[in-house]
Structures are given as structure tokens and as C-alpha cells.
């Protein structure tokens, strides 16, 4: 049987008689091995790390400093405006009878001008020329001119008076335009930096809970223990009233429910009852949102924050407030739900 040959024109797959074409082989090796590199994510450019608590609660401080001056100064310039615009006010007040009792003086002078320049005299004025004495008549119409005399005197006072107050009230006028501009201008950039403030706080982790009245804390993995401390860190400052449930006034046990309750987990309001209502966690393994009990006849409660703090309503006279759980004998911990 014959034996197949290869074609004197071909060569073997992969080769070639050509100087270049084992540069292309090896070109296309180099390409195929980099797409392979880029797949396996071996040239991907690093994941930015994400910033922790510390450098956000950094930032938001940044931005307070730049906030609390504008604030100042907006409480400075609203101040001073409704002082001026109680000024301008008053101004308007005392010019709104000068401007009357102007007017009024202004038309009996020109109703006296009309009489005698314009129209000529009046029938009572012809009726004395001709009935009185001119001794009276001369006497009659000095008096007039002098009437006219002092009505145009008291005009020329009460308009530079009102000319006065008028002045008086465009200086203020424009004092008032340019504050309320610069109030304007003032709260523009409050709002500015109070939406770059919350931009902030939405880039903590979801772990942190972050409420007015507590600490800032970190690593809270449950919804339910997160919406706890937050309603009850909401109540700081609230009195205590025995036997208080709320939403104004609180007892330890009445904070506890009410606080749980918001998350939607009941708990009796009683102490003893709320023992036995959560599940039995160690010291070294409570979390924030825990409940924390003391003494040996389970008399308190409070909300555990974590790093020896919680949130609780002390006694009668001291309101709704953080403290160390060290104050007391540690009874133990629960977690509800």
C-alpha cells in the first residue's frame, strides 16, 4: 500500500517556513494568555477600599466646621433683619400721618392760592369790599395773608420731617435688601452642607446605628435590635413615671417594651417577664440591642449598647439616659425576639 505524503506546498499545522511566522504564533500565545490574565481578573485594577466609620464620622466632623460658622452668622443677619424690619415698620407708622396731615395742609394753602390768584376773590371776599370799613378790610385781608403765610410754614415743617423719615426709611429699605439677600445666600449653603452631612451618614455601614442622644454604634447585624436602640435613644431626656409606657414618659421596663415594640416584638412590661421572654446570651457574647438586667431580683432593665453602655430609665428624677452597666450588679443578659 502506498504511503501518504505531505504535499511538497504545505507544511506541518502550526509551523511555518517563514522567519515571521513564528513570531505570530508566539504574538498570538502572548495575546491569548493576557485575555486569559484579564478574565482570571489578574490585571483588574483594585477594588477601593470602602471607609470605615472613623473616616466617615472624620468627614461629616470637617463639615461641621464649615457649617457652624454659616449657621452663627445666619442667626446674625436674621437677628439684625427683623430688627430692621421692626424699625422700618415703626419708620412707616410716624410717616403715614405726616404724609396726611401734609396733604391735608397742602390743599388748604392751594385752595387759598385757587381763591385769590386764580378765580379771583370769593363772593364773601366781594361782599366785605364793598360793606366793609377799609380799616376792617385791610385788617381782614392781612390776616388771610398771614393764615396762608403760617399754613405754607407748616407745610415746609412737615414735609422736611416726612422728607427726614423718608430718608431714614430707604436707608433701611436698602439695609433690608441686601440682609435679606445675605439670609438667602446663608441658608442656600446650610442646606448645601447639611445635604452633603446626609449624604455621609447614608455611607455608613448598615450595621451603624447612628441616633441623636447615644454613641455611634458599630457591628448592630439585626433590623430588629437596630430599630430598638433607635427608638430608644430617640426617648434620651424623656421623664421617668412609674408605671410609663410612653411615647413621652418611661419606666425601665415601659422604655424596653417600647422601644421593641417598634420593632415589632412584643415584650411584657415587667421585668421578670421580659427575663423570660429573650433568649439567655453571656456577657462576653452580648451585642448591642440586647437587654441587660440587674440586680439579683431582676428590679431593673435597660438596652444594651455595647462597650459596657447602655440606654435606660433610671429612677424617678433622672430621665431616660446612657450609662455604664457597671453602675449596677449585672444580673445577666436576654435577646429578644
Not at 82 to 104: G, Y
Not at 123 to 149: C, F, H, N, W, Y
Not at 188 to 209: N, Y
Not at 233 to 240: F, L, R
Request: with cysteine; charged share 20%.
Amino acid at each position: 500500500m502506498p504511503v501518504a505524503t505531505m504535499p511538497p506546498h504545505r507544511h506541518a499545522p502550526g509551523l511555518s517556513a517563514r522567519p515571521g511566522g513564528l513570531r505570530r504564533v508566539a504574538h498570538r500565545l502572548l495575546v491569548l494568555v493576557a485575555a486569559a490574565a484579564v478574565g482570571a481578573g489578574m490585571l483588574a485594577v483594585p477594588a477601593q477600599a470602602e471607609p470605615t466609620v472613623d473616616e466617615i464620622e472624620a468627614q461629616i466632623d470637617k463639615k461641621w466646621e464649615q457649617l457652624e460658622p454659616t449657621i452663627e452668622q445666619y442667626n446674625k443677619v436674621r437677628a439684625q433683619l427683623k430688627v430692621n424690619r421692626s424699625k422700618s415698620s415703626a419708620l412707616q407708622k410716624k410717616i403715614e400721618p405726616l404724609a396726611l396731615q401734609s396733604e391735608l395742609a397742602l390743599s388748604r394753602v392751594g385752595d387759598l392760592a385757587s381763591r385769590y390768584y386764580m378765580s379771583g376773590p370769593s363772593q364773601e371776599i366781594g361782599a366785605l369790599l364793598v360793606s366793609a370799613k377799609p380799616d376792617t378790610l385791610t385788617e381782614q385781608l392781612t390776616l388771610l395773608d398771614r393764615l396762608a403765610a403760617q399754613e405754607r410754614k407748616q407745610v415746609a415743617g412737615v414735609l422736611a420731617v416726612r422728607a427726614k423719615y423718608d430718608r431714614e426709611k430707604q436707608k433701611l429699605d436698602a439695609l433690608i435688601t441686601t440682609q435679606t439677600k445675605q439670609q438667602n445666600e446663608l441658608a442656600a449653603k446650610k442646606k448645601q452642607i447639611d445635604a452633603e452631612i446626609k449624604k455621609l451618614e447614608a455611607s455608613m455601614p448598615k450595621t451603624t446605628v447612628k441616633t441623636v442622644g447615644c454613641p455611634t454604634i458599630n457591628g448592630v447585624l439585626a433590623v430588629a435590635a437596630q430599630k430598638a436602640i433607635k427608638t430608644a435613644c430617640q426617648q434620651v431626656g424623656d421623664p421617668y413615671v412609674w408605671g410609663a409606657v410612653g411615647p413621652n414618659s418611661f419606666d425601665c421596663s415601659g422604655l424596653t417594651q417600647y422601644a421593641y415594640k417598634s420593632a415589632g416584638i412584643y415584650l411584657t412590661h415587667h421585668t421578670g417577664d421580659q427575663w423570660n421572654e429573650g433568649k439567655a446570651v453571656s456577657r462576653a457574647d452580648a451585642r448591642p440591642g440586647d437587654l441587660v438586667f440587674f440586680f439579683s431580683g431582676l428590679s431593673h432593665v435597660g438596652l444594651y449598647l455595647g462597650n459596657n453602655q447602655m440606654v435606660h430609665a433610671p429612677r424617678a428624677g433622672k430621665p431616660v439616659q446612657v450609662s455604664s452597666i457597671n453602675t449596677m450588679p449585672v444580673a445577666g443578659f436576654r435577646r429578644p425576639g
